[in-house]
């Protein structure tokens, strides 16, 4: 069975940082791409910061500079650093990954952002 446990969110100052994880299980996940999007209310899911199994990695725009995705296989996890935290990167962020036949999403952890 494949889970993805986020951890790591909370509210923040504008500014400040965060670093959220994300255990996987069920997964190889050595030659697993992970994702991490966020949704934030009344707005469509959106990915955020993507990581292939060989460590190439792509970004939104609006994080570019600020976050920074990445991966310990040892550990089955893999992360997201957020610097400079904006009151717009309030969301729900989700743990992302696929396999040839279906989606996997975590269960999101809450980020706010607020002074």
């Known amino acids: 069975q494949v889970q993805l446990v986020e951890s790591g969110g909370g509210l923040v100052q504008p500014g400040g940082s965060l670093r959220l994880s994300c255990a996987a299980s069920g997964i190889i996940f050595s030659i697993n791409s992970m994702g991490w999007y966020r949704q934030a209310p009344g707005k469509e899911r959106e990915l955020v910061a993507g990581i292939t199994n060989s460590g190439s990695t792509n970004y939104a725009e609006s994080v570019k500079g600020r976050f920074t995705i990445s991966r310990d296989n040892a550990k089955n996890t893999a992360y997201l650093q957020m610097n400079s935290l904006k009151p717009e990167d309030t969301a729900v962020y989700y743990c992302?990954?696929?396999?040839?036949?279906?989606?996997?999403w975590g269960q999101g952890t809450q980020v706010t952002v607020s002074s």
């Open positions: 992302y990954t696929r396999s040839r036949w279906t989606d996997y």
